[in-house]
């Protein structure tokens, strides 16, 4: 027999195996590596050198490999969180308050403000039969406003909406001394439900373009606010829906407590 076959009988000898890799869910990783030689233990230089060129050519195709997921991981990794920061949220805000304080009348202003959409005229807003919906992208937040009727028959249904609701708007006519009572013992049944418990409340004292109109120390005092604001976020914001003002500071203080509020 020749060097080059002597060579070659050498070479055959040499087997390199090496398992496969394995995905995980941080990437690649190999899972093993076996190196089997038959015939006992490598003896000559060239059984080291092509032992050697073998291992560098699988690193290199693993290399190539895991670089190739890598870049794939990397990348849906990269996305999901751009996905999950510029993503807006989605918040379903009730808009509750006994027939005629101006709910319909707001969520239209709201509409206008933040969709830029011609509201209806005030006098050609009906009492709600049923309810209302607005949605709107309020900063970095998609609003889902549920407007249902305040009438005495439609309050027993509120109930139906409040496991998915993530903020409450409650709307008071604030020029209507003669209800404020029964607009107290609506909110406190509110506060007690425990499908609303710790949802922030703002309560929208409506109507302050009408000179009678309660001031804000009335309203906190006959909501309790102080009390109610111990086991939730709850704000009293003086507004008028006719002239849009308070509207945008009520709801973006809603929003922003929203935000802390995970459902
Ligand atoms: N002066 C004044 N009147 C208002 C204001 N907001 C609403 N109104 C009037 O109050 C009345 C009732 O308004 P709605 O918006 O229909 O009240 P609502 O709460 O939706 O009533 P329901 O649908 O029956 O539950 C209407 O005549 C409105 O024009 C306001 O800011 N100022
Ligand atoms: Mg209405």
């Not at 001031?215 to 002239?243: G, K, M, W």
């Amino acid at each position: 027999m020749g060097v080059e076959g002597k060579k070659r009988e050498r070479t055959k000898k040499i087997k390199i195996e090496l398992d496969d890799c394995s995905m995980s869910s941080t990437g690649v990783r190999i899972k093993r590596r076996k190196h089997i030689f038959f015939g006992g233990q490598l003896t000559s230089w060239f059984g080291i050198v092509s032992s050697l060129v073998a291992g560098f050519k699988t690193s290199r195709r693993l290399y190539c490999r895991k670089r190739r997921v890598g870049f794939g991981t990397m990348f849906s990794l990269i996305s999901g969180f751009a996905e999950q920061f510029f993503s807006k949220r989605e918040a379903q805000i009730l808009i509750l308050g006994l027939d005629n304080a101006g709910k319909t009348t707001t969520l239209e202003q709201l509409k206008a403000i933040y969709k830029k959409t011609n509201p209806l005229p005030f006098d050609k807003i009906p009492p709600t039969i049923g309810l209302n919906l607005g949605k709107m992208d309020i900063g970095n937040c998609k609003a889902i406003f549920w407007d249902i009727g305040g009438q005495a028959s439609f309050r027993v249904i509120w109930d139906k909406y409040y496991s998915e609701a993530h903020g409450l708007l409650f709307v008071v006519d604030s020029s209507d001394e003669q209800r404020l009572d029964e607009a107290k013992a609506t909110v406190e049944g509110l506060v007690r439900h425990t499908d609303l418990k710790g949802i922030p409340i703002l309560v929208m004292a409506n109507k302050q373009d009408i000179d009678s109109a309660c001031t804000e120390d009335v309203i906190r005092d006959i909501f309790d606010i102080d009390n109610v604001a111990r086991s939730r976020p709850c704000h009293v914001q003086l507004c008028s829906a006719y002239t849009r003002e308070g509207l945008e500071d009520g709801i973006s203080w809603l929003i922003n407590k929203i935000k802390l509020v995970e459902r």
